[in-house]
């Protein structure tokens, strides 16, 4: 994060803006809660793969990177998942370090008991979604 805010200003002429969306804390908690329990189920340890840092920790790295931050907004932003397996599809496409060197059929059982568990919480009238955090910044490269 640190070199890539680097790069960014310097990228940036002085006054020049730097405005972002990001994924937040919390961003796909219950996603990452319920792996991490069907991990546990099976004896095995489960790291969230993202960093999902709050507005109070990361205004100061932008800071540190010599941006003035100029407006920080966090809001909760669910997200629909395309397909009637969008869930898993999601978790197929976005989990990949967990699941690094796993067995395919062990794969398949761990994401297919994740997704009946957020069921209940994650999918309306047939629609998956996706329970995303994002804080939206904008920032200035001092003049």
Excluded at 7 to 26: K, S, Y
Excluded at 111 to 136: K, M, N, S
Aim: glycine share 10%.
């Amino acid at each position: 994060q640190d070199g890539m805010l680097a790069r960014i200003r310097r990228a940036l002429r002085p006054g020049g803006i730097f405005a972002f969306e990001m994924g937040g804390a919390g961003c796909c908690a219950r996603i990452n809660e319920a792996l991490a329990r069907e991990f546990a189920r099976r004896g095995l340890s489960y790291e969230v793969p993202f960093y999902f840092p709050s507005i109070g920790e990361y205004a100061p790295r932008l800071e540190r990177a010599g941006f003035a931050v100029r407006e920080a907004l966090y809001f909760d932003r669910p997200t629909a998942l395309t397909g009637a397996d969008g869930m898993r599809a999601w978790i197929e496409m976005f989990v990949k370090a967990p699941f690094h060197g796993m067995d395919q059929g062990l794969r398949l059982e761990i994401e297919r008991d994740a997704v009946a568990a957020l069921e209940p919480t994650h999918r309306r009238d047939g629609v998956w979604y996706a329970d995303y955090t994002r804080p939206r910044c904008r920032c200035e490269r001092p003049r």
